[in-house]
């Protein structure tokens, strides 16, 4: 290719890096008919964008700072970021007047016209699908604009200042806000651990030439597994969609006292009954809930591995040197259903998993489980997680890892027993009809019926994250 090397100046800040994300703040909005109006508006926006390189020289700073501070022995200083990020849909480009397309099946159609290939719930009626989505999702949505910072207030002044560039609240606006979610880190000793207590965001593949040290057991990609137009990005794609990313956003609801009733009634046999359910929770994910990886703490979970990224992502599934058992981990465990590593890897000839890599972002929603809603295991209030995933290629990334491998009771292939449905996020046609294997080590050919499904899809969309050259060339007026 003719491009020149990758500028992380050029590359809005979530996708490479990640924005801070204490409290992120997502807003979806539809562009009205003053079109000219909106791209006139988005060149004033352009500027408090946040890049890949300055979310990179804040997290540097913060380090530095946290290492003075210790060796003189004070709390470091409170460095505050707020980040700015925008996305397009496909329709919201094709209401901007942008008709190239990006090249991707999924993209161009929408989540809502993928939502039943994905397994989410609906009905059906007049032959037309429709999932049982919140309406603000059922409905186009252009674009999607992310703020992220240390705290609401730091958010809600950035907010403030975005609504006054589109004029929002006067007639000059040229959009309109239809939905607004705010996800938080949650509290205390449960930052970084999404909903049903096991710490996330440990496993990202790592970008050639970015992400430069890779640790023990993290994979390298190209940069096209994540940004157009670079190498390993085998699609044509207009020429300004380069270092653009595609985005697969997911609103998914966690049933939390259910997903914990089930693992107290149904126990691991052979334990006293806390490690048994401990360990079926942590046979589910692929994980302990400290994030120690089954496939190297396989009876009991290890806070101090689960915390040291130097061991934490070193494992294969094939220990010692087979991918064909699921003494450690189930084959349908979330972690190895979503990365599968060995499974592929190992099998001859080997399949290369690289273009299934997605870097995940995204933020956990709702408050903590009420002692009420713990005591009746039903969930009152809604709380999950806003799945975000950025790939260069949805149909090889997100989609395929939801629908060909998650819902798929046949993968991991080749396996001595049928691995089943991912417990976490694999979805079925009758969701109270999943099973999967192997969550018991000593009879793994046993299954396990599920009789809910505790993440529950209430929205989402496609969006395309353009690098900034293009936001200031090709999108603005
Ligand atoms: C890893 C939870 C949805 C793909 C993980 C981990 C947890 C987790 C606890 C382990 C931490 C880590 O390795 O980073 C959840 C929950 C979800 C959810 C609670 C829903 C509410 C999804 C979806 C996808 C997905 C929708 C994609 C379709 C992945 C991938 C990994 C992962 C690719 C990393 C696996 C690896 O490289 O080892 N998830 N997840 N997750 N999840 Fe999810």
């Known amino acids: 290719s003719t491009a020149p090397p ?25 562009i009205d008919d003053n079109v000219k109006g909106f791209r006139t508006q988005l060149a004033q926006l352009v500027p408090l964008i946040t890049s890949a390189a300055q979310v990179q020289s804040h997290r540097a700073s913060i380090a530095q700072n946290k290492k003075t501070a210790a060796d003189k022995g004070v709390p470091p200083p409170l460095l505050k970021l707020a980040g700015v990020n925008i996305a397009f849909s496909h329709s919201g480009l094709a209401k901007l007047g942008i008709t190239d397309e990006i090249g991707d099946t999924a993209f161009d159609g929408g989540m809502l016209a993928d939502a039943q290939d994905l397994g989410d719930q609906g009905t059906t009626s007049g032959g037309t699908f429709t999932p049982n989505w919140i309406p603000a999702f059922k409905n186009p949505v252009h674009g999607v604009i992310l703020i992220s910072g240390d705290s609401h207030v730091t958010t809600a002044a950035t907010l403030l200042e975005i609504e006054k560039i589109f004029a929002v609240g006067t007639s000059n606006a040229t959009l309109h806000e239809v939905l607004r979610l705010v996800g938080d880190v949650r509290p205390g000793d449960e930052k970084g651990h999404e909903h049903f207590g096991f710490l996330d965001g440990i496993s990202q593949p790592a970008v050639q030439g970015v992400d430069t040290s890779p640790n023990p057991g993290q994979e390298t990609v190209s940069q096209g597994i994540i940004l157009l137009g670079r190498e390993g990005d085998t699609v044509t794609r207009p020429s300004w ?184 996020i694999g979805q079925a046609t009758d969701p109270s009809s999943r099973t999967l294997s192997g969550t018991n080590p000593n009879a793994q050919s046993n299954t396990l019926a599920l009789p809910t499904q505790w993440v529950v899809p209430k929205g989402g969309e496609y969006f395309f994250s353009p690098s900034i050259p293009a936001l200031k060339s090709t999108l603005v007026l």
Request: charged share 20%; hydrophobic share 35%.
């Open 241 to 424: 969609a380069l270092d653009g990313s595609l985005i697969a956003l997911r609103y998914l609801f966690q049933l939390v006292p259910e997903f914990d009733t089930f693992l107290k009634q149904n126990p691991i046999p052979g334990l006293p009954p806390i490690q048994g359910s401990e360990l079926l929770g942590a046979r589910f994910v692929g994980r302990w809930k400290s994030g120690a990886p089954i496939d190297i703490t396989p009876t009991q979970d290890n806070p101090a591995l689960g915390a040291d990224p130097s061991r934490n992502n070193d494992f294969r599934y094939a220990f010692p040197d087979d991918p064909q058992t699921q003494d450690r981990c189930p084959f349908a465990a979330h972690t190895r259903k979503t990365n599968p590593r060995a499974d592929l890897e190992d099998l001859s000839p080997p399949i290369s998993t690289e273009t299934r890599r997605i870097i995940r972002r995204g933020i956990q929603f709702g408050p903590e489980v009420s002692a009420v809603e713990a005591a009746t295991g039903k969930t009152v209030q809604g709380r999950g997680l806003i799945f975000v995933a950025y790939q260069s290629n949805i149909v090889n990334g997100f989609q395929f890892i939801q629908h060909s491998w998650a819902n798929n009771t046949g993968f991991p292939i080749d396996k001595p027993v049928t691995p089943g449905f991912d417990p976490i």
């Open 6 to 30: 990758l500028d992380l100046n050029n590359v809005q800040g979530d996708s490479l890096i990640g924005l801070p994300k204490k409290t992120q703040t997502y807003v979806f909005f539809q």
